[in-house]
C-alpha cells in the first residue's frame, strides 16, 4: 500500500512529464535515456537523476543553444565555460557544437570568485573591501577576513588590533557588516597582508588568463551561471592589467542585478535580469540551482607551474555533492546522444531547441522550486551549499529551521528584524522554500508560507530594480546640467 508521501511524489514525477509533452523531442530524449538504462543496468535509472533530465536537462540545453547562437551572430570564436557551474553547460556545448556543425571554440577555464579576485586585490584595495564585505549566509568577522587570503595567525592578529575578540565568530546580518567594513577600513595591517597575499597570486593568475588565450583578444565570450556578474569583473581587471584594450563580454543564465558601474551592455541574461523576469525570480533559487549545476571537483584556490605549463589548484575535498554530480553529468551525456540523434530522424529536436522555452522552462523551475514536494526535497534537499567565496561551511540546502525561524522569513517580519526594531536573528538557508517543506510538510501551513517567501523575493527583486533606475535618472541628470 503506498504512503501519502510515495503517492506525493507519483503525482509530481506524472505532472513534470505532461510538462515535458509541450517539447515532443525532450520528452522523447528522456523516455529513451531512461530505457536504454534500464536496459543496459537492468535497473531503472536514480530517481534524482530522472528528475534532474526531466527539470534541469531541458533548461541547459536551451540556455547553451542560446549563447552559442548569439556568439556566433556577435563574431565570437570563443566560448569559455567557468567552472564549477560552467562545467555541465560546456558537456552540452561539445556535443551542440557537433551537431550543429559549429567552429565554435568551446573550452572549460578552472576560475572562482576566489581565485580572480585575490590575484587582483592589490590592483585596487577599496574595492577590494567592498569584494570581502558582502552579506551572505552565516557571515562573521572572521569568514570576512578570510576572504581577503589571509591566514588564521594574521586573522588572529587584525582581530587583536581592532579588539574584535569578542565578536569574531558572530553571525552578523547585511548592515553588520557594512558597520564591519568602516573598521576595517581603518586598519593598515589588514591592507599589508591583503596587499601580500594578493601579489604573490597574481604572476600565476595571470600566466594562466595568458595560457588559455584570455589576453589575446576579444573574440570570446565567458558562460556561467550568474547572479552579480563580479566574476567577470575580476577576471576582466585581471586581463586589462596585460592587455587594457580588452573588454570581457558574458553571458548567463539569469542576473538579479549588475556590478556597480559596469557596462550593462556586456552581460547577457537567458531567463531573468535585473529589469525583466519578476515572477520568474520571485519562484527561483540561484542556490539551489548551483548545488544541482556543478562539477564534482573541488572549487579552484590558486595556479601553479610546472614543465612550463600553469594548471589549477583545486580544494583537497571534492564538490561534497560529487557523487550525485558525476551520476547526473553521465545521465546527461546520455540524454544528450538520444536529443542530438541524426538530423532528420524525428524532425523536432532544432524546434525544441530554438523555440523560446523560457515560459516552459519556467513551469519546470517553478515547480522544482518554489513548490515543493517530497519528490524534490528528498532528491536535492540535503544537498550540501555554501556561498562563501572559500567555499567553506557547508550547510544543507534546505536548512532545518523552526517554525519561527520560517515565520521571520516573511517580509514584514524580516524587515524588522534587518532594521533592528525587533531583537533577533535570521536564520538564513540556500533553499528556503524546502526548508519550509521540510518543517511543515504538506498543507496550508507551506503555502501559506511559500507565498510569502515569493512575496519577499519579488519585494527584494523590485526594490534593486527602483533603486538603479533610480541612480540612472541621477545620472542622467548630472550629465544634462555639465
Known sequence: MKTGKSRACEV??????????ERPAFRRAFDETCGEFQISQESRMPLDSRLYLMVFAPALVSFVNWVMEQAVMTGKDR??????????????????AVYKDMTIDCRYLHVSR????LPGYHLNMERCLDSICVGGIDVTPLKILRRGGLTEQECGNVIRELHMEEIQDKV????????????????????????????????????????????????????????????QCAIEALIQSVTPEIQVEGYYFGMYEYPRGAERNRFHTYFFSLERGL??????????????????????????MEGGRYYPILREQNNPNAGQLAQNAEALQRYLKYLLSEKGNHGTEEYDMMADNKKFIAELMKKFMSEPTALEYECY????????????????????????EIRDQRLLQKLLIMTGIKKAVIRESAWLEGSAFGTLGEGRKLLFELRHIRLYKSFVSFRKLCACQTLVSMRAGTRAKV
Open 114 to 117: 576566489y581565485s580572480m579576485r
Open 172 to 231: 552578523m546580518n547585511y548592515r553588520q557588516v557594512q558597520l564591519l567594513r568602516e573598521q576595517l577600513v581603518k586598519s593598515d595591517m589588514l591592507r599589508q597582508y591583503i596587499q601580500k597575499h594578493s601579489m604573490e597570486a597574481y604572476d600565476n593568475a595571470i600566466g594562466y588568463l595568458k595560457q588559455e588565450g584570455l589576453c589575446r583578444d576579444d573574440r570570446f565570450a565567458i558562460v556561467d551561471s550568474g547572479w552579480v556578474g563580479t566574476l
Open 279 to 304: 515572477a520568474r525570480k520571485a519562484c527561483f533559487s540561484n542556490s539551489l540551482f548551483e548545488t544541482v549545476v556543478s562539477a564534482a571537483e573541488g572549487t579552484t584556490m590558486a595556479y601553479g
Open 12 to 21: 509530481r514525477y506524472h505532472e513534470y512529464l505532461t510538462i515535458l509533452q
Open 79 to 96: 566560448l569559455y565555460f567557468l567552472s564549477r557551474d560552467g562545467y555541465q553547460m560546456y558537456l552540452v556545448a561539445r556535443q551542440l
Open 381 to 404: 534537499g540535503k544537498n550540501l551549499f555554501s556561498d562563501d567565496v572559500t567555499d567553506e561551511n557547508q550547510k544543507k540546502a534546505a536548512a532545518d529551521l523552526t517554525r519561527k
